[in-house]
């Protein structure tokens, strides 16, 4: 199983920018595709951006113009840039790799947002 270490969460004034770093473990990073999800207290955990192996692109709708995501195969790393932050995009953001019917999850990093 792929392990995953995410890494860049902090506390962000609103309309700041904050970048995400997610590594990946194992030779299947570049054979998988690559999300970030997020879990706001109380809330269900909900996807924030999802990148192939093709490095075709989608987002969440409250996230869409604001959030980008990319990845690097030769350093194993996915990566979320969030810009313009808003209270409600705090959360814990979670990492999480697909190879196949293999899902796998980081532990979470902490973004807080404050107004």
């Known amino acids: 199983q792929v392990q995953l270490v995410e890494s860049g969460g902090g506390l962000v004034q609103a309309g700041g920018s904050l970048r995400l770093s997610c590594a990946a473990s194992?030779?299947?990073?570049?054979?998988?595709?690559m999300s970030w999800y997020r879990q706001a207290p109380g809330k269900q955990r909900e996807l924030v951006a999802r990148?192939?192996?093709?490095?075709?692109?989608n987002y969440g709708d409250p996230v869409k113009g604001r959030f980008t995501i990319s990845r690097d195969n030769a350093k194993n790393t996915v990566y979320l840039q969030m810009n313009g932050l808003r209270p409600e995009d705090t959360a814990i953001y979670y990492c999480?790799?697909?190879?196949?019917?293999?899902?796998?999850w980081g532990q979470g990093t902490q973004v807080t947002v404050s107004s």
């Open positions: 999480n790799a697909k190879f196949f019917d293999l899902n796998s």
């Open positions: 194992g030779s299947t990073f570049s054979r998988s595709a």
């Open positions: 990148i192939t192996t093709t490095s075709s692109t």
